[in-house]
């Protein structure tokens, strides 16, 4: 009896809140949603300041040869995107222009967020409106030099190379490839960084995902192809990489790519992660005929290890032979003879040393392997950064040294002078000067260069 | 000789480990800062390259460079001069970062009681503050250091360790376990090691080579130190040598202090506040060579009080063969101890110590011996295996009551620039010895839990000296008998502080570093109320 006027209680009250407790709770699902949605675009990377930033309330410093840009404050607050409407926050994220009308610099990838759907867009807009904190105060504005100011111009460049349309899903295909094409195209940005650019800096539709330089840390040719890009790491090779930052045994995540992995894609679920793997393998093929074997093959296991003492170490630390400063600042980890020991990488069959680029053996050892989040399933290692332990001509040696010893000797040819270019920030731009001569002539071109070297130095 | 100047807010004389956090305490706060280094610049790498190079691995000076017009204890040379019925030996390093360079890296803090006595037992002498107030610096130094440990470990905190104690290794776990129940509670070390990424720093990858040098920094150490006081803005001077500290002409105010360069060119730097940051033993003999009319007795010595007072652990070991394979060796060198016997009411009667036990990977010491032994062939490399898989050893850190008589004092030696090298008198008193033979009762009783085999005392009247040396700048209340104040402040010259192992009025039963650090850290904030 007292159990059925409870439960008859519950009814009536249940039925009387339901309309509302059901719309609650639809909200509380969509934001949940969009959450996700943010966190598969990696907003958060650069819309919070370092150093204890609040998160979304942008004022993060992009160096960028033309000056600094500034990320913006996109929390729901009266400094941020709060005015937005839906139609405002649309346009800005998949057309790149801001309420205000002005157009975003593409260190914003809207022409990647150009794919997510309607409904993803509705998501993420309910999210940024009501799941985020709104915080208060506007970051510094953002003002490059002439001629890079005139944000009016950008709207050339994406007359020429914005592609508006969202994704549509290819019915010759299974749903969990679509669902990896869809956001390994569209949220996850993959080709921001991993593909080449035409000559007008827009990415070059033809070689996608074929590898490209980010000025400093290199990004590679993710392609299927066996040789030039993964196509020999099986599908478990690709989602470990995803959401642990290594491909056990041939593999590890640094730089940019480290980033991304602990502020955004180690968030996304297995049956995501999966979904982008299933994808990534039918990349068509971008071969470079110097690539004759994969690039986790190369190397062998050094059986020598003692000959290193048979040499004198010499008073000064800059007279040091590459495998002296390798025995005294590497092997402690990596081992004497390259292989690693107890989830600490091998070196022999490392991606890394496998390339015809070497940008990331220098950037790895300058700045080490570090990550300004922790990535849940790895194992926490943490390479120490050398910039401030070795001079130019020490990492070249060791770089010169682990590449011979235990990678793709071919390309053991690094000089001091490119080291001291990559410590600098990466090649000097002649954006600048080419600019101004080439005003008349050149502004699409050169608004191109800059969307090229904003999307390289995104990281900063 | 020409003398050049030159002037600071704060003028510290040298760059180890307690200076340097001091140097940037006070930089941060706005305030130029110069520290004057006797010894080089240190780079890791060229020491883990001669290391691994070196012959002697056991003589963890062997790899640090090594310069006549900056001595230091070496096996080469006769730099310690003794008096005393114990000869007292030490090393440490004179370079920036100083004998943190090599250190096992424990990082205790003094127990509650350690800080009282003289009240509570009626021996040595009390601080002049309590643990309590020493807290917080403590947890200071925790954080700047990078220390990991068990919470429960006999000293309160009022926050947990910046990280969580290492995992142990297979040694630690078969030794507590079979220890389990027998009063004697083995516990993992609180140390200034990386249980994982840390300031930028990698987690311990058990090279188990604390001594002579970590190889990748997992191990905090003065040089970390010495580049965080660069960083705040910092100027370190390498390779000046102090030699006089000179006060004005109609005061006590300190008013410079002199340095040589290895060729002997002098000069003089000027400053506001001076701390003397020198190791034990360089402080003091700094302080009195500092020789003038008005002060006869040297630089803060008016009581002669400077020098006294000389603590160390004058430690007895023990070792044996454990019945079962317990490879000791993996992991830190310093791995695990006991503390129940840290405080007790037999304190007034017999001296407190800390068991530690060794895990230092025993493999070239046994090999070493089996050889002199005349063991070859397949036997000898059974024999290595067996050995280094069972071999134990344990010692106790044992206190010390500060006496006045042993001392460090001006010998009669001279180095290449005509400064005089350190003489001691140094001896074990019976309450240390009483403890001594406590210890190697409970060795006993933990040994035989271990089914222990070949069981070896050191001798009742052989040392095991543990470097930390303490006690000859010793801070207290009295200004009869000690050199300082509670703040690090000189009981003669107003701008005077020291800071360091040496004002450590007790040695207790820990590594000194950690409560070093946390004092200098106290004693900063002194300096800083007087200059802003």
């Not at chain 1, 091998?346 to 050892?365: E, F, H, K, P, Y």
């Not at chain 2, 010793?474 to 300082?484: E, I, N, P, S």
Request: with cysteine; glycine share 8%.
């Amino acid at each position: 009896m007292k159990h059925s006027v409870m439960l008859s209680s519950a009814l009536v009250l249940g039925s009387m809140l339901s309309p509302v407790a059901l719309a609650v709770s639809a909200d509380q699902d969509l934001i949940k949603r969009g959450e996700y949605l943010a966190t598969a675009g990696d907003c958060v990377a650069c819309h919070t300041a370092e150093h204890e930033g609040k998160p979304f309330a942008g004022g993060l410093s992009i160096d960028t040869p033309l000056g600094h840009i500034i990320s913006s404050n996109i929390t729901p607050s009266k400094d941020g995107i709060g005015d937005y409407s839906y139609e405002d926050f649309d346009r800005a994220v998949r057309q790149g222009i801001r309420a205000d009308g002005n157009n975003l610099y593409p260190a914003m990838p809207y022409t990647a967020y150009a794919k997510v759907t309607d409904e993803d867009m509705q998501a993420l807009y309910a999210y940024f409106m009501h799941g985020v904190e709104p915080v208060d105060g506007k970051p510094e504005a953002t003002e490059l030099p002439f001629p890079f100011n005139i944000r009016e111009s950008m709207a050339v460049w994406n007359g020429l190379f914005l592609d508006d349309e969202p994704f549509t899903p290819d019915p010759d295909q299974s749903d969990e490839w679509n669902r990896g094409a869809y956001l390994a195209q569209g949220l996850t940005h993959c080709a921001t960084c991993h593909t080449p650019r035409n000559p007008l800096m827009a990415e070059d539709s033809g070689k996608a995902l074929a590898g490209a330089s980010l000025g400093t840390w290199y990004a590679p040719n993710i392609t299927s192809d066996d040789n030039s890009g993964i196509g020999t790491w099986t599908h478990d090779d690709i989602v470990s990489y995803l959401k642990a930052g290594y491909a056990p045994d041939k593999s590890q995540a640094a730089g940019p790519m480290a980033e991304a992995i602990s502020h955004s894609l180690q968030h996304l679920s297995d049956e995501d992660l999966s979904a982008i793997a299933v994808w990534l393998k039918t990349v068509p093929a971008v071969s470079d005929a110097n690539d004759t074997q994969p690039s986790e093959s190369y190397g062998q296991v050094n059986d020598n290890i003692d000959s290193v003492f048979l040499e004198d170490v010499p008073a000064s630390t800059a007279d040091m032979s590459g495998a002296q400063l390798y025995n005294a600042a590497c092997a402690s980890c990596h081992q004497a003879d390259g292989t690693g020991n107890n989830g600490l990488p091998s070196l022999v069959n490392n991606t890394v040393l496998g390339r015809q680029n070497t940008d990331n053996v220098v950037m790895a050892i300058l700045e080490g392997v570090q990550y300004r989040n922790h990535i849940e399933e790895s194992h926490g290692t943490n390479m120490p950064a050398f910039a401030h332990e070795f001079n130019d001509e020490q990492v070249a040696r060791v770089s010169n040294y682990i590449l011979s010893e235990f990678g793709r000797e071919e390309v053991a040819d690094i000089t001091a002078d490119e080291v001291a270019v990559l410590r600098s920030g990466g090649p000097a731009s002649p954006l600048l000067p080419l600019a101004r001569w080439g005003m008349g002539i050149g502004a699409v071109f050169v608004l191109g260069l800059i969307a090229w070297f904003l999307r390289r130095k995104r990281k900063g | 000789m020409a003398t050049t100047q030159t002037s600071a807010d704060v003028v510290i004389v040298g760059a180890g480990i307690v200076g340097s956090l001091m140097a940037e305490k006070i930089a941060q706060q706005g305030l130029s800062v110069l520290i004057l280094e006797s010894g080089p610049n240190i780079d890791r790498n060229h020491v883990v390259a001669k290391f691994r190079h070196g012959v002697d691995k056991g003589d963890y000076m062997a790899p640090y460079p090594y310069n006549d017009w900056a001595p230091e204890p070496r096996k080469f040379n006769d730099y310690f001069q003794n008096e005393g019925p114990v000869p007292y030996s030490a090393s440490y390093i004179r370079g920036v970062g100083g004998t943190t360079w090599h250190w096992a890296g424990m990082a205790w803090r003094y127990v509650p009681n350690d800080f009282k006595l003289k009240t509570l037992y009626g021996v040595g002498r009390d601080w002049p503050f309590s643990y309590d107030d020493l807290e917080p610096f403590y947890y200071e130094a925790e954080v700047k250091m990078g220390v990991s440990g068990p919470e429960d470990n006999g000293s309160p905190r009022s926050k947990p360790f910046p990280m969580p104690e290492l995992a142990p290794s297979w040694a630690l776990s078969r030794v507590r376990d079979r220890l389990e129940g027998i009063g004697y509670k083995v516990i993992g070390n609180t140390a200034a090691r990386n249980s994982q990424n840390y300031d930028g720093r990698p987690a311990c990858v058990g090279n188990n080579n604390c001594m002579p040098v970590c190889p990748v920094d997992a191990q905090y150490h003065g040089g970390i130190s010495a580049q965080s006081a660069k960083q705040a803005g910092v100027n370190i001077i390498t390779e000046a040598i102090v030699y006089k500290i000179e006060h004005a002409k109609n005061s006590d105010k300190i008013e410079a202090i002199h340095y040589y360069t290895p060729n002997k060119d002098s000069f003089r730097v000027t400053g506001k506040t001076f701390v003397l940051a020198a190791n034990a033993i360089e402080t003091p003999k700094l302080m009195l060579m500092s020789k003038s009319d008005r002060f006869p007795n040297g630089i803060g010595n008016s009581n002669d009080m400077v020098g006294r007072h000389l603590c160390d652990h004058p430690r007895a070991k023990v070792s044996f063969e454990v019945d079962e394979p317990i490879w000791p060796g993996r992991g830190p060198m310093s791995e695990y101890s006991i503390q129940s016997e840290r405080d007790g009411e037999w304190r007034s009667e017999s001296a407190a110590f800390r068991i530690d036990f060794s895990n230092t990977n025993p493999v070239r010491g046994i090999t070493d011996k089996l050889i002199k032994q005349g063991v070859y062939g397949e036997e000898l490399e059974q024999q290595i295996r067996h050995k280094s898989a069972h071999s134990m050893g344990m010692k106790n850190i044992v206190e010390q009551l500060p006496d006045p008589n042993n001392r460090v004092m001006l010998g009669d030696r001279l180095d290449t620039l005509g400064i005089p090298n350190p003489k001691f008198y140094y001896s074990v008193s019976d309450y240390t010895r009483r403890g001594n033979a406590r210890a190697r009762e409970i060795f006993t009783t933990i040994a035989k839990r271990l089914g222990a085999k070949e069981l070896s005392f050191s001798a009742e009247d052989k040392f095991s000296l543990a470097n930390h040396i303490t006690g000859t700048l010793g801070m207290g209340d009295d200004r009869a008998t000690t050199v300082c104040n509670g703040e690090g402040r000189s009981h003669f010259h107003d701008n005077l502080f020291l800071a360091g192992t040496g004002v450590l009025p007790t040695v207790a039963t820990v590594n000194s570093t950690l409560t070093a650090v946390a004092v200098g850290l106290r004693t900063a904030e002194f300096i800083i109320e007087d200059l802003v």
